[in-house]
């Protein structure tokens, strides 16, 4: 997906994302920020933080830092009740502008699916984030069913191209999290890996918890 195709779409379909998350690809984000377990005055990365659904998990006294390419979703993520101090800037993912080590940890929720190069946004939390932070991701994912994979196969342009619902989010339906976290070999270390498995192929996810593994 082209990353001017992305944005278009994101600002676009920003005012219904939220009740669009709500309806088909709802996740109780509270435990997957408790994962991090952050400190007062620990630094966190929210890779593409859209419109904000992560940011009232974070606890009070902690430092979030909140990066997406739609000034529309941010806009709207500058509107969520917080305990956390929290920034917001439009950058790019795939081209991070912190130096290296900047963070104590990061979070991401449902990104990777949507970018051009995951590999490449992953690489990025990872030089930014310090050597053992821990990084939260909750995602849509392929599905480890070749049944379901082949329904994920038709549906594949469809949802990068025209969205789901159409218009309003494009995604990469074929989201390999296998291959990338187990052999793209970046320095991580897999925490956890819980799947989401579904005989709906939307509906197919993944909760992650890794360890930057850097040296």
């Avoid at 997957?32 to 933080?49: C, K």
């Amino acid at each position: 997906m082209q990353t001017d195709k992305v944005i278009e779409t994101y600002n676009q379909g920003a005012a219904d994302y939220d009740a669009i998350m709500q309806r088909y690809w709802h996740v109780d984000r509270a435990p997957l920020i408790a994962s991090l377990q952050l400190r007062s005055e620990q630094s966190v990365l929210d890779a593409a933080v859209g419109t904000g659904l992560n940011l009232s998990a974070y606890p009070a006294g902690v430092q979030v830092v909140g990066v997406d390419l739609s000034e529309q979703m941010l806009e709207l993520a500058q509107q969520k009740s917080v305990k956390a101090d929290v920034a917001l800037k439009i950058m790019d993912l795939q081209n991070l502008e912190f130096p290296d080590d900047s963070f104590d940890a990061a979070a991401s929720g449902f990104t990777l699916c949507v970018v051009a190069d995951p590999v490449r946004s992953l690489q990025e939390i990872l030089r930014v984030t310090k050597p053992g932070a821990l990084i939260a991701i909750v995602d849509y994912c392929k599905s480890r069913d070749p049944e379901v994979q082949k329904w994920q196969e038709l549906i594949s342009d469809a949802s990068s191209q025209l969205g789901f619902p159409t218009g309003k989010v494009k995604w990469n339906a074929l989201m390999d999290y296998d291959q990338l976290i187990y052999h793209s070999n970046l320095a991580i270390e897999v925490l956890t890996d819980d799947r989401i498995e579904s005989a709906n192929p939307f509906s197919c996810g993944c909760q992650l918890l890794l360890k930057n593994a850097k040296g």
